[in-house]
């Protein structure tokens, strides 16, 4: 069967099925264009602007604006005959300018203007006052009372420039990953990582290559023990963004009922925008809805906290565990539990997915508790082993090792998860 | 015969220690007239599974012919280095870690010959299969 060339090969994540060589090739001519474009473009562009001829002349004429004075000699408000709604006095100043012999008129408002504003414009300029114009060379049509800008002309410079630059880069990088090894890339890399970190001030990343950074573990002390262990996601950061959304969203429907019922009440309602505000309103009743869940839901169940007798932790060694749980309400059950998730990331074409897969959960505590706590926070120490032979906490940028202790429980009907990430040393590390 | 270069380990034995210095030697054979233009020699790890691999050097060096004639024909070159505390070799689930030396040698001829070494650092057994 005939198959057409493909150009280039499909995209499996950073992997490429097709040629190699191609790819860097095809990767290179694009920026190439890019940089070519942009040079030539900035060339033309400047050469232009020197020569005062095409395009710089007819597409940035305020480039070629001339300053001149003179004296204003005249006013006049001119009647004109707009649309039905629209200002309808343009008012003029004759100018006498010091390089012509024959009084112009100028317009100093653009468009026209009401008969009010017609005469504060007016006021502006007295006559027999000298004041400062703008016009195109050699064009007295084009004269006007305020200096012209040039953000359009600096901003296609700044456009072209980065045309440049990207494109400069693009290829000087396709040029040195094609003429390097995988592994001097790293290296040179490597190299530049280690520059940074050696102004740092945390030895973990240094001494424990790909051991994720460790500092959140110990800057909180604890009550009982030494250390209180950092929460993944703060329930309270959850709260506050619902409390955001809620007042955003119930801010736009608010805007939205008093523009249809004021329309309605008029006589002139619109029936497709009562529906789209039918729907905001719903939806911001809703984030209310959700927001007070959230606070019901923050104050019933209360914190969890775990603290820890001393740090860092390593596979085989023991510690001391503190796990405690305010709450209003009834505990219906707890559970404690040590585990390790393997996480990978990986692209799918454009797509970018995340799989997370348990290897190891080891319960601590179980506990189903019937009585009520309403005024006591539930308290409950322990030993916290972590098991022997086990892989250390690892990161890198598409893989991961992660140690955390996970707690469940159900407070009145709520059931809830809270974890708390830790960092595993290598066992050989002590 | 081709040009071929091996990569052993001295003393090679199953798993290795963090702060261990592990010793390679490698080989260039049936040059044939061609060239040496340069040298690399590297050890690190990769990882391997469901994720995009991430690769990190922990040594590495490039040198050019005369890093290498005069010792690699008579018979092998050697390099060394210490191992790093982390991260441990590891066949996990869908997350790998893989240590290896890997060496290149690219020839005046624009070929390019290399081989890898993989070795173990640590002992971290396998975990068991369990999904979440």
């Known amino acids: 069967m005939l198959r057409w060339l493909k150009p280039w090969g499909k995209k499996r994540g950073a992997r490429r099925s097709g040629s190699r060589l191609l790819g860097s090739l095809g990767e290179a001519l694009f920026y190439a264009f890019l940089f070519l474009l942009g040079s030539l473009s900035l060339v033309v562009i400047l050469t232009s602007v020197r020569l005062g001829t095409w395009p710089s002349h007819h597409y940035f004429p305020e480039l070629f604006f001339v300053e001149v004075t003179g004296k204003v000699v005249d006013q006049r408000r001119t009647p004109i ?24 008129w100028v317009r100093i408002a653009d468009p026209s203007v009401e008969r009010e504003a017609a005469l504060l414009e007016l006021g502006k300029f007295e006559i027999g006052q000298d004041y400062t114009y703008w016009h195109a060379l050699g064009d007295l049509r084009q004269i006007q009372t305020t200096e012209p800008t040039r953000y359009r002309f600096t901003l296609v410079i700044v456009t072209l420039i980065s045309l440049i630059l990207i494109g400069a880069s693009g290829v000087g990088r396709t040029v040195v990953q ?208 972590i098991p022997e ?5 690892f990161r890198s940028p598409n893989n991961s090792i992660q140690w955390k202790l996970i707690v469940n429980g159900k407070v009145g009907n709520w059931p809830f998860e809270r974890v708390f990430p830790i960092v595993v040393f290598p066992e050989d590390s002590i | 015969m081709d040009p071929v ?22 080989t260039i054979e049936s040059l044939q007239g061609n060239g040496i233009q340069a040298v690399e020699a590297s050890v690190l790890w990769y990882t391997e599974g469901k994720g995009d691999e991430d690769m990190v050097v922990h040594y590495f060096e490039r040198g050019g012919a005369e890093s290498v004639i005069g010792e690699a024909f008579q018979g092998a070159c050697r390099f060394e280095t210490e191992l790093p505390k982390s991260p441990l070799s590891y066949e996990g689930l869908i997350v790998k870690i893989q240590w290896c030396a890997r060496i290149r040698v690219f020839l005046t001829s624009g070929a390019e010959l290399h081989h890898e070494t993989p070795f173990h650092l640590g002992e971290v057994p396998r975990p068991r299969s369990r999904s979440k």
């Not at chain 1, 709450?327 to 997915?353: F, I, N, P, W």
């Open chain 1, 81 to 104: 005959d707009p649309p039905v709604g629209s200002p309808n006095v343009q008012p003029e100043i004759l100018v006498k300018l010091k390089t012509q012999s024959e009084p112009v």
């Open chain 1, 178 to 385: 094609e003429g390097t090894t995988p592994e001097r890339r790293a290296s040179i890399a490597q190299r530049a990582a280690d520059l940074d970190l050696a102004g740092g001030t945390n030895h973990t990343i240094i001494d424990y290559p790909s051991v994720p950074d460790d500092v959140e573990m110990t800057n909180s002390p604890g009550i009982h023990f030494a250390y209180r262990l950092p929460i993944a996601h703060s329930p309270v950061l959850r709260l506050l963004a619902a409390a955001v959304f809620s007042l955003v969203w119930t801010s736009i429907a608010v805007v939205f009922v008093q523009v249809v019922v004021g329309g309605f009440l008029e006589g002139k309602g619109e029936w497709l925008l009562g529906i789209v505000t039918v729907a905001f309103v719903a939806l911001a009743s809703w984030s209310v809805y959700d927001l007070f869940q959230q606070l019901a839901f923050l104050v019933g169940i209360g914190p969890t906290s775990i603290e820890i007798s001393h740090y860092p932790f390593y596979p085989g060694a023991s510690y001391r565990l503190l796990l405690t749980q305010g709450s209003h309400m009834d505990l219906q059950y707890l559970k404690l539990m040590l585990a390790c998730d393997e996480q990978a990331t990986y692209r799918q074409g454009t797509d970018v997915r995340t799989e997370v897969r348990r290897v190891r959960e080891d319960a601590i505590l179980d506990l189903e508790q019937d009585q009520s706590k309403r005024d006591s926070a539930f308290e409950y120490e322990c030993e916290l082993r």
């Open chain 1, 389 to 393: 032979n086990v892989m250390h906490s």
């Open chain 2, 5 to 26: 270069v091996t990569l052993t380990i001295v003393d090679r034995h199953r798993n290795y220690t963090p702060g261990e210095t592990i010793v390679f030697e490698y």
